[in-house]
């Protein structure tokens, strides 16, 4: 499975962004999808996940619930990650993972280990 995402860029703080993950490659084995962030000097941590198939169960961390926002096109093979009310600490390069439930679970949607294909990122920074 590739992932290209895109839609990155300077935001006002307060401001909007749409992120958009594009699925490419063998998607039919493909059970979830999800973004991830890296902050400067910081650790990767999950944002967000959908479901792709069997459904459209959302989860979010707690940092984002509220004001970001995961969709899907199953059509275009796009997850989308809106982005609202950003905030300066929500600067960060975003990666868009899929997943085939190898390791995803319910107890672990939120680690990286759960995920077995990356894209590249993409950045959004957020002024103040």
């Known amino acids: 499975v590739q992932l290209q995402a895109c839609g990155g860029g300077l935001v006002q703080a307060g401001g909007s962004q749409r992120l958009s993950c594009v699925a490419s490659?063998?998607?039919?084995?493909?059970?979830?999808l999800g973004w991830f962030r890296q902050a400067p000097g910081k650790e990767r941590e999950f944002v967000a996940t959908?479901?792709?198939?069997?459904?459209?169960?959302?989860y979010y961390a707690d940092s984002v619930e509220g004001r970001f926002t995961i969709s899907k096109d199953y059509a275009k093979n796009t997850v989308y990650l809106q982005l609202n009310s950003l905030k300066p600490e929500d600067t960060a390069v975003h990666y868009c993972?899929?997943?085939?439930?190898?390791?995803?679970?319910?107890?672990?949607?939120?680690?990286?280990?759960?995920?077995?294909?990356w894209g590249q990122g993409t950045l959004v920074t957020v002024s103040s």
């Open positions: 490659g063998r998607t039919l084995s493909t059970r979830a």
């Open positions: 959908i479901y792709w198939t069997g459904g459209s169960r959302t």
């Open positions: 993972a899929a997943s085939d439930f190898t390791y995803y679970s319910l107890t672990s949607y939120g680690k990286s280990q759960s995920y077995e294909y």
